[in-house]
C-alpha cells in the first residue's frame, strides 16, 4: 500500500522560509517520479516542483529561484524547501508519486499540508 505523508506545513510572515517534506512507503522510491503540487481555494491544482527518478528537476515559473526540491532515497523522502515566501503562495501543498505498472501511470497523493503566508 503506497502511502506519502507529508509535514511542515505552517502560518509564516512574508519573505520567511518553510521546509515541506514528504515520507514515502509502499513504493520503490529510488526511481519513482516525486513532485509537489499546491491547490489555492478556488484554484485547480499547479505543479510546483518534480524531481525524477534519475534527479532530473522541474519547477514552475512562479517558484524558480525561491523554491527547491530535493530527495533522499536513502530516507525515502522528498522535500520542498520554500524561501521568500509571498502570500501568493499560501496552499494546501501535496506531494505526488507517480508509478508505472505494466505501463500503466498510477498517481499517488498524500493527505496534504497547508502553507499560509501572511502580508
Known amino acids: 500500500q503506497v502511502q506519502l505523508v507529508e509535514s511542515g506545513g505552517d502560518l509564516v510572515q512574508s519573505g520567511g522560509s518553510l521546509r515541506l517534506s514528504c515520507a514515502a512507503s509502499?513504493?520503490?522510491?529510488?526511481?519513482?517520479?516525486m513532485a509537489w503540487y499546491r491547490q489555492a481555494p478556488g484554484n485547480q491544482r499547479e505543479l510546483v516542483a518534480g524531481?525524477?527518478?534519475?534527479?532530473?528537476?522541474k519547477s514552475a515559473e512562479s517558484v524558480k529561484g525561491r523554491f527547491t526540491i530535493s530527495r533522499d532515497n536513502a530516507k525515502n523522502t522528498v522535500a520542498l524547501q520554500m524561501h521568500s515566501l509571498k502570500p501568493e503562495d499560501t496552499a494546501v501543498y501535496y506531494c505526488?508519486?507517480?508509478?508505472?505498472?505494466?505501463?500503466?501511470?498510477?498517481?499517488?497523493w498524500g493527505q496534504g499540508t497547508q502553507v499560509t503566508v501572511s502580508s
Open positions: 505526488q508519486a507517480r508509478i508505472y505498472r505494466n505501463g500503466i501511470r498510477e498517481d499517488y
Open positions: 509502499g513504493i520503490i522510491f529510488r526511481g519513482t517520479d
Open positions: 524531481i525524477s527518478g534519475g534527479g532530473t528537476i
